[in-house]
Nanobody, 130 residues
């Protein structure tokens, strides 16, 4: 059974930083179509893809709102996914989820679709105050 467990959320002030972690268990995807991602969902809003990484090539993808401020990475053993978040602002306040799934090469441009990801964690809350 695949298990994803997020941690590292919390409350920070505007301009601060947080590093989210996602512990991955029993996820054995090893092909070139394997992806892991971070999504977020604020109250009353749709779930939004923040960043994704091809776990085979290491190539990364970012939402416009995250580019230049956030960095997605994985450890060498591919058992932990990270999201380093800098220059946080109030619009980043949301529940953050990690997700895992397979995306074919032809669909990579839609990496931020939640439907691509089969496995999800329970989320970790990030709150940014001014």
């Amino acid at each position: 059974q695949v298990e994803l467990a997020e941690s590292g959320g919390g409350s920070v002030q505007d301009g601060g930083s947080l590093r989210l972690s996602c512990a991955v268990e029993n996820y054995s995807c090893t092909g070139s179509d394997c992806f892991m991602a971070w999504f977020r969902q604020a109250p009353g809003k749709e779930r939004e893809g923040v960043a994704s990484i091809n776990t085979h090539s290491g190539y990364t993808y970012y939402a416009a709102s995250a580019k230049g401020r956030f960095a997605i990475s994985q450890d060498n053993a591919k058992t932990t996914l990270y999201l380093q978040m800098n220059s946080l602002n109030a619009e980043d306040t949301a529940m953050y989820f990690c997700a895992a799934g397979a995306i074919s090469a032809g669909d990579v441009s839609t990496w931020n679709r939640a439907s691509h990801y089969r496995f999800w964690g329970q989320g970790t809350q990030v709150s940014v105050s001014s």
